[in-house]
């Protein structure tokens, strides 16, 4: 079955700066590939997604890339924000199951 | 729109004893989730709906975890016992679609947080 793994575990950056949180998949059939938001005791919710046609996605300050051969794929956040902070999972759908990486703690320090 | 309704947001129970949560996806949605996530972890699929029936339950522990979506909306997931490591915030999430190439956004409760004594 599908396999996700999502790196760091924890990233911390100044306000202002870029972050970057990379995930890698193991089944080559996944084509859908979303990245969720969760702050403290909320829900996750959607933030961007891409389909394995597209190879990146932008909206305002946050961007998705995926690299079908490498089976990786990136969130970038460009100018952070303190309401950045939060915990961000990604996700691949491979069949119909989809399966979330461990998660990354972003830290925006002002 | 109303969201993705749990109930019950919190539950403390000791070992052994048994919990239901109840979830009421969003009016339409065929597509029914519960994932459960542990402290520190991403959401892991316990069980999928599409109307009544199931898609996937294969890391559901089905000696312990039953679940049911009668008539294709409301969704119980029952644990019986609980066990130490039940401890979790558990999931439920609607999609209008799911499956195939037919990928759609999950839309996730709030949760509900079991701790198990």
């Known amino acids: 079955g599908e396999n996700v793994e999502q790196h760091p575990s924890t990233l911390s950056v100044q306000e202002g700066d870029s972050a970057v949180i990379k995930c890698t998949y193991s089944d080559s059939a996944s084509n859908y590939f979303p990245w969720y938001k969760q702050e403290l005791g909320k829900r996750p919710q959607l933030i961007i997604d891409i389909r394995s046609n597209v190879g990146e996605k932008k909206d305002q300050r946050i961007a998705v890339t995926l690299n079908k051969t490498a089976k990786h794929f990136s969130l970038h956040i460009t100018e952070t924000q303190p309401e950045d902070s939060a915990v961000y999972f990604c996700?691949?759908?491979?069949?119909?199951?989809?399966?979330f990486g461990q998660g990354t703690r972003l830290t925006i320090n002002p | 729109e109303a969201g993705v309704a749990q109930s019950p947001r919190y539950k403390i129970i000791e070992k052994r004893q048994s919990v239901a949560f109840w979830c009421n996806p969003i009016?339409?949605?065929?597509?029914l989730y519960w994932y459960q996530q542990i402290l520190g972890q991403g959401p892991k699929l316990l069980i999928q709906f599409q109307n009544n029936g199931v898609v996937d339950d294969s890391q559901l522990p089905k000696d312990r975890f039953s679940a049911e979506r009668l008539k294709g909306v409301d969704s119980t997931l029952k644990i019986q016992p609980a066990k130490l490591e039940d401890s979790a915030v558990y999931l439920c999430?609607?999609?209008?679609?799911?499956?195939?190439?037919?990928?759609?956004?999950?839309?996730f409760g709030e949760g509900s947080r079991l701790t198990v004594l």
């Open positions: 996700a691949a759908r491979g069949a119909q199951k989809l399966v």
């Open positions: 999430a609607s999609s209008p679609r799911g499956g195939g190439l037919n990928t759609g956004e999950l839309f």
């Open positions: 009016s339409g949605h065929a597509t």
